[in-house]
């Protein structure tokens, strides 16, 4: 990064420091305004920053309004921050004497080694390590907003205080920032629970939080999404399996799972023996190639599965289809011989290319490293992760190290994909394993006609299919491409007299394989019209007299663009085009 750009938002670190400094800001103004107020923790997060409190009453937004007019008045007054410290007693004293209880606790908590650090700007000190501004004036006051308050526990426990938690943002331009809220309302209005809702695809239901509905429309985009993964798999040579919901015990222990993934398994008891519904696809995976010998000479072997997963979230954690208990996870496993794994990297990258660029995703690559709870020697994990960076690098693509954020049994690529909007999804990886084929003894026969142990790379492209639904629909904000949308025509008749030839022409387009509606209503012509669009079916086909006598279609587009008359012949070439090239429009 040039020398110039070290103090601006460009800096990630220059960033993180301002909206920390913001958090004080705000911790600040609240005592400032009610000193009965309670301080307990108030980090930068990765789009502004939050504080937990726990006051004497609920905050509403006209106590955020309260709380912003008073931190601009503390950004004028340009307070000067200065950091120092105090031994481990003397800091306890310190947070008893200023009645702050959580922080005292998170003090008892530090190391005894920890160095203890407060920062004062003005008449308010906080426990912080830092680093922070200079100064309270570096913030702009005009480019700052509270955006919200949520109940939260006091660190994470369900069993402790309910303390309540005050987001916020801000920039150094307010331009930046209204660019930022209106950004934050477009999303508001693609968010998917609220779409998903609006064009029937699937709903939530208090009797299975966590477990989604889909209805009719979501389930022909499930499908369609489906059949698409297949067609690119069967190009790449992956054949398909189906392996069972639930196994015992003995295998999650074999695989490890039981061990490092326990807490997040559902789990039974059959004949008097625990068995476990799966959290992934990959035990029985490895089970299937198990059983039967193989030969160097059928790998690398692709093997892909659409598994039906279940993991067990928090309640608070559930989130429409992005955070749900049980999902179809698009696992796939490929076996091959150490020589061959830089090329199956690679080539499993240009089908995440392939895929991706079919619904105008860009990504980003995050190479996850050796998690403290993790499988195998620290040599095995360096080379793998040495593996995974020089296939990367090779292919010209750059990376950033996540450490220690891997799989417990291998390294991994995380792909991290961008929306229209430019927020981020993770939602591919890759994962290189030596031990689940060591823990379950897999072979084959190499060509010097000895036993020899494979490779294996487990890999999702679209991940959970649940929550890549829902980033695809805030993506397109519900306006799928036409090969994808659940409905991809609805014909309209003017009037009764066009009903039977808006029949035939529905047919037609049926027997062509299209998906295709009539809006049979009586109902004005441009009441239709609004509805299919706001249903967002991409194209309307308006029959009238007309059309009837010259045996054509009136073809208008959801964007609002008039294509005018033209033959059913016409039209359906131009459908067909779009569908079978996957055009975004």
Known sequence: MSEENIYTFENPEYRQTYWHTCSHVMAQAVKRLWPEVKLAIGPSIDEGWYYDMDAPF???????????????????????????????????????????????????????????????QGEFTDLCAGPHLDSTGRIKGNALKLTACNAAYWRGDSNRETLQRIYGIAFPKKDELDEYLARIEEAKKRDHRKLGKELGLFMLRDEGPGFPFFLPKGMTLKNTLLDYWRQVHKKYGYVEISTPIMLNRQLWERSGHWDHYKNNMYTTVIDDVDFAVKPMNCPGGMLVYASEPHSYRELP?????????????????????????????????????????????????????????????????????????????????????????????????????????????????????????????????????????????????????????????????????????????????????????????????????????????????????????????????????????????????????????????????????????????????????????????
């Open 58 to 120: 609920a905050f509403t937004p006209e106590h955020l309004e309260q709380i912003e007019a008073e931190m601009r008045k503390i950004c004028k007054e340009k307070l000067k921050l200065e950091r120092f410290e105090l031994p481990r007693s003397e800091a306890i004293q310190f947070m008893e004497e200023k009645g702050e209880p959580y922080k005292v606790e998170l003090i008892h908590d530090l190391p005894e080694d920890a160095v203890i650090s407060f920062y004062k």
């Open 301 to 585: 072997l692709r093997v892909g599965e659409i598994g039906l997963v279940h993991r067990h979230e928090l309640s608070g954690a559930l989130h429409g289809l992005f955070r749900v208990r049980c999902f179809n996870q698009d696992d796939a496993h490929v076996f091959m011989t150490r020589d061959q794994m830089q090329d199956v990297i690679q080539e499993t990258v240009r089908l995440f290319d392939e895929v991706y660029s079919v619904f105008g995703l860009s990504y980003t690559i995050e190479l996850s490293t050796m998690p403290e709870d993790h499988i195998g020697t620290v040599e095995e994990w360096e080379r793998n992760q040495e593996i995974l960076k020089n296939a990367i690098t090779d292919m010209g693509k750059d990376f950033v190290i996540n450490e220690g954020d891997g799989a417990f049994y291998g390294p991994k690529l995380d792909f991290h994909l961008a929306d229209s909007l430019g927020r981020t999804w993770q939602c591919g990886t890759i994962q290189l394993d030596s031990q689940l084929p060591e823990r379950f003894e897999l072979e084959y026969t190499g060509e010097d006609g000895q036993k020899h142990r494979p490779v294996m790379i487990h890999r999702v492209v679209l991940g959970s299919i649940e929550r890549f639904i829902g980033v695809i629909t805030e993506h397109f904000a519900g306006a799928f491409p036409a090969w994808l949308n659940p409905v991809q025509v609805k014909v309209l008749p003017v009037t009764d007299r066009a009903a039977q030839y808006a029949n035939q022409v529905c047919k037609a387009l049926d027997q062509a394989g299209f998906r295709v509606e009539v809006d049979h209503r009586n109902e004005k012509i441009g009441k239709k019209i609004r509805e299919a669009t706001m249903e967002k079916v991409p194209y309307m086909l308006v029959v009238g007299d007309r059309d009837v006598e010259n045996n054509t279609v009136s073809v208008r587009h959801r964007t609002g663009e008039d294509l005018g008359a033209m033959s059913l012949t016409d039209f359906s070439a131009l459908l067909a085009n779009e569908v079978d090239n996957k055009i975004i429009k």
